[in-house]
């Protein structure tokens, strides 16, 4: 077995590390900021398990993001040991979602999701295009066949809303 089907077989492990001091903000716990720039890194690092690194550029090729949706669902403190899940939702080989998972595992506990869209971009015409360097079409494929088969976890397709007893407007707010 690859590495790339061995990967495929369950969510993608983009990131595993420790919440820093220099992260933590005035409520003592993991400052938003840094939620945005732990979840960049394990996308970035997604994408470069499949060939999408700094390296694509000389293809003139590029991943625009077109959309995000961040969820905080609970804390993280000092010296939390966190790891990222991510699984393709959903692809047409031009456009990709993913689905983040940022996990206490100190705790065992999810603390956020981030659920994006991108979109595959000719550089030099500045317009979406279908992946078309081989070896990264075939592991976003086999990637996105396996995570299909791991169904949508909780969470997926959220919005920004409130909860039905003060959706009665402006006054009921």
């Not at 077995?1 to 990131?15: K, T, V």
């Not at 969820?71 to 993280?76: A, D, F, G, M, V």
């Not at 010296?79 to 899940?85: F, G, K, Q, T, Y």
């Not at 397709?157 to 959706?167: M, Y």
């Amino acid at each position: 077995m690859s590495p790339a089907e061995g990967e495929a077989r369950g969510a993608f492990i983009s990131l595993s590390g420790r919440v820093l001091p220099d992260w933590i903000d005035s409520n003592e716990h993991m400052n938003v900021a840094r939620y945005d720039q732990v979840f960049d890194a394990a996308e970035s690092a997604f994408y470069a398990f499949c060939g999408i690194d700094k390296t694509y550029s000389r293809y003139r090729r590029g991943l625009f993001r077109l959309e995000k949706h961040l969820r905080y669902q609970r804390e993280l403190r000092l010296d939390a040991i966190i790891e990222v899940h991510t699984q393709i939702l959903w692809t047409d080989m031009r456009r990709v979602q993913l689905f983040h998972q940022l996990w206490n595992r100190d705790e065992n506990y999810r603390a956020a999701t981030m659920e994006c869209m991108a979109i595959n971009m000719d550089l030099d015409q500045r317009r979406a295009i279908s992946f078309d360097v081989s070896h990264i079409s075939e592991r976003i494929a086999a990637m996105a066949e396996e995570h299909g088969k791991l169904g949508f976890p909780e969470g997926v397709g959220r919005s920004v809303s409130r909860s039905p007893v003060h959706r009665q407007g402006p006054q009921g707010a």
